[in-house]
């Protein structure tokens, strides 16, 4: 009988052989093969328990509340997390949605004045073999200072390392019969191959930890963190990472997750739009958590969103930790002397200031040209190289602030802005990018979550437009689409037929995941099991054309 298979790999898409023969080394995959066997049953346990969490609210009709369990970590006023390395003492102004498979982008900002960049394989990118190696390939380069027109890493903003979130698997490489965790795949090779020259160099190795929902999620990532560095020869504490808190459960465990990580934590980040929709996930089926139109009643100023923002920054004050807050999606016009520009540039600097003021110590923005600028409103509207003096004692934020809704309904613009967001989004997937740009911003993966959450939650509620008294329905929805589609052929620059086909078939399953009896947890875990997605990525490891997709079923 032969021994038994241990490891399975996809061959390397066209065009990627040299990159592929770089980072899928025998060292490399013998230490994400250990990795994986090690962490993989832990994985599944707290996906499983996600699972029992929201069976026990939906069933129960619970709202979430500080735990009683661990009441102890938040009453004990004696632990800090451990101060960080130098360079992240300073990070005013990170680079956001940075997808490191766009190399232009990724040397652009690699120049940058930034303090930091975000290098993202989750939110801002569209996780296809072909990107996720590439992807790789490039921070090893940056790492390795390869780029010739790129300063050394140990001068370059800090490269904070978003590996992708716990919902998603790494289709092409198997660990004993099992699909790999996709955050583990990204973090094992990125460690196995920069995380000793980022530690050496003093730049890292940083991490972002997406979509956490609790600190026994957190406490996983610590235990990974401590076998990486015990396997690397590291010395605890070398990894640090920022948590994400973008679902309203984690919002209540704050205090429990920089606890659980307090040797390894960079602090935590507040991000609108994952944690707006992550309200839809848990509690969309109940009325009494309709939230109304993004557009026009949803942002900072109000009174959920504000809530969770000073706790995030109260919390990590009080422990020693950063506080960072979302990104600016906003792009700048080209002309800087222009009405729009200056427009737009106040608009940021509104918002951002909002976030100062609450005493965040930095944020993000997307397009470059916002660096500056925001660094400068930092220097007029702060004192030091962080705000951590800031312990915002005077707040008491309590349970019910966090889950207020806001007033105000449904506008008909709001419904379309929607229906075009989600659907540009699962244009740009089949198209193998995971962001794209419309009236003026930048979308991703977190604006598609809340546009789809959105419109699937008024279609079950049957909320009705502000504008006409209409109810927002499946054919209402279906029939809004058809009107949009004009524009979107526009925005996408359909020019064949098969960039129409694509577009057509990106339309039926927005439609199809809005329309669903029960509410997908995730628009990217739907869409990278959906055979639509790897199909068109299939062919195109196989040499096909990019983006050939089915026909449409509409």
């Given amino acids: 009988m032969s021994d038994p298979i241990t490891m399975e790999l996809e061959p390397s898409p066209p065009g990627l052989e040299a990159e592929y023969r770089t980072i899928f080394t025998a060292g490399s995959l013998v230490f994400l093969q250990e990795l994986v066997s090690t962490f993989d049953e832990e994985v599944d346990k707290i996906l499983r328990l996600r699972i029992s969490r929201k069976t026990h609210l939906d069933l129960s009709g619970d709202l979430p509340g500080f735990c009683e369990v661990t009441a102890p970590v938040r009453s004990d006023p004696a632990w800090r997390v451990r101060p960080v390395p130098q360079r992240l003492q300073r990070r005013h102004v990170d680079v956001g949605d940075l997808a490191p498979c766009d190399t232009q982008r990724f040397i652009q900002a690699l120049s940058s004045p930034a303090q930091g960049l975000q290098i993202d394989f989750d939110d801002g990118n569209c996780p296809t073999y072909h990107n996720q190696i590439k992807g790789i390939y490039n921070v090893y380069r940056a790492v390795h200072n390869q780029f010739p027109n790129a300063p050394k890493i140990s001068q370059a903003p800090v490269l904070m390392l978003r590996p992708r979130a716990w919902n998603m698997v790494e289709h092409n490489i198997m660990v004993k019969g099992k699909e790999v965790p996709g955050p583990l795949c990204d973090f094992g090779f990125l460690m196995f191959h920069c995380g000793k020259l980022l530690f050496d160099s003093e730049s890292g190795p940083f991490f972002y930890l997406s979509k956490v929902e609790s600190y026994l999620e957190a406490r996983l990532w610590n235990n990974i963190f401590l076998w990486t560095e015990q396997k690397l020869g590291l010395p605890v504490g070398s990894i640090k990472a920022t948590v994400l808190i973008e679902n309203v ?33 848990k509690f969309g089926h109940r009325g009494a958590f309709l939230l109304p139109d993004r557009s026009k009643y949803v942002n900072m100023e109000k009174l959920f969103l504000r809530s969770y923002m000073d706790l995030l920054v109260q919390t990590c004050h009080r422990r020693g930790a950063l506080a960072t807050g979302g990104m600016a999606a906003l792009l700048l016009p080209q002309d800087r002397d222009s009405a729009p520009y200056r427009a737009a540039l106040a608009n940021v600097t509104r918002l951002k200031l909002l976030e100062i003021k609450a005493g965040v110590d930095g944020f993000m923005v997307y397009d470059l040209g916002l660096i500056e600028p925001m660094q400068k409103l930092f220097q007029l509207h702060s004192q030091g190289d962080n705000q951590m003096h800031q312990l915002r004692d005077d707040l008491t934020v309590t349970p019910e602030d966090l889950l207020c809704m ?4 449904v506008t008909l613009y709001g419904l379309k802005y929607n229906i075009a967001v989600g659907i540009l989004f699962i244009d740009s997937w089949l198209k193998g990018k995971g962001h794209f740009f419309y009236r003026g911003q930048v979308e991703d993966s977190a604006t598609a979550e809340i546009s789809r959450s959105q419109v699937w939650q008024w279609i079950r509620h049957q909320t009705q437009l502000e504008d006409d008294g209409r109810a927002v329905t499946r054919g209402l929805v279906t029939e809004l689409t058809q009107e949009v589609m004009g524009e979107l052929k526009e925005v996408t620059r359909c020019h064949t037929v098969r960039e129409e086909q ?14 669903k009896r029960d509410f997908p947890e995730f628009l990217t875990t739907y869409l ?7 199909g068109s990525h299939a062919k195109r490891h196989e040499g096909g054309a990019v983006g050939d997709v089915p026909r449409p079923k509409l």
């Fill in 249 to 281: 459960l984690s919002a209540f465990e704050m205090e429990e997750i920089l606890y659980e990580l307090k040797d390894h934590s960079a602090g935590l980040n507040c991000g609108i739009w994952d944690y707006s929709a992550s309200f839809v996930n």
């Fill in 406 to 409: 806001p007033a105000g309904g």
């Fill in 502 to 515: 694509r577009l057509l078939t990106s339309a039926a399953m927005f439609l199809e995941v809005v329309q």
């Fill in 528 to 534: 990278n099991l959906d055979h639509t997605f790897l």
